[in-house]
Each structure stands twice: as structure tokens, then as C-alpha cells.
């Protein structure tokens, strides 16, 4: 069997591959999902230790911006990751999809 490659195989608004088993996202194939990647790691990662670092006067209100600003980014992310795999998301079993 001929294995296909991963330029070839893709749309120009693609930016994750399909997942060979399961549902979901695999890997960036374009450097906009690496970038997109790489953006969330700096947003949630950073509001995380960020408030570790600076330790606020009012822990409770801080977590809940940071947790916030998670969840927004979280949410972005998955869309984004959605919407621009190649084939949708949609459950696989490997080599019979």
C-alpha cells in the first residue's frame, strides 16, 4: 500500500492532521498549527505562572481571571483545532477510514 504523505494529502487551510485512531486532532502539519500551538502553551502557561509569580493581593480574584483566561483560551484552541483538520472530527479506526 502507496503511503501518502502529509503535503500532499492536504487542503491549503489545514493546519492539523487527522487522527489515525479515535476522535480528535493529531499533529500540526502546517506551521499555522504549530503557531497556534505554540500561542496556547504561552496564554495558559503563562497566566498559570504568572500569578504564582507575582502573587497577588487577592488570590481569589486572580484565579479567577487566570481560569478565565483558560478557559477562552481552551475554548479557542479546540475550535481552531477543529475546524482546520484535515477531515473533520470524526471517530477513526485506523487503516479502514
Known amino acids: 500500500m502507496a503511503e501518502r504523505t502529509h503535503e500532499a ?25 504549530w ?21 497577588p493581593e487577592r488570590p ?3 484565579l479567577l481571571v487566570v481560569n478565565g483566561i483558560n478557559l477562552v483560551a481552551v475554548g479557542l484552541f479546540l475550535w481552531l483545532c ?5 477531515g473533520g472530527w470524526r471517530w477513526r479506526w485506523g487503516e479502514k477510514d
Open 82 to 86: 477543529k475546524t482546520r483538520t484535515a
Open 60 to 62: 481569589l480574584v486572580a
Open 9 to 33: 494529502s492536504r487542503a491549503p487551510d489545514t493546519w492539523f492532521a487527522a487522527r489515525r485512531y479515535g476522535y480528535g486532532a493529531g499533529r500540526p502539519v502546517s506551521w499555522q498549527g
Open 35 to 55: 503557531v497556534t500551538v505554540g500561542a496556547f502553551l504561552f496564554v495558559t502557561l503563562g497566566s498559570t505562572l504568572g500569578m504564582v509569580v507575582l502573587r
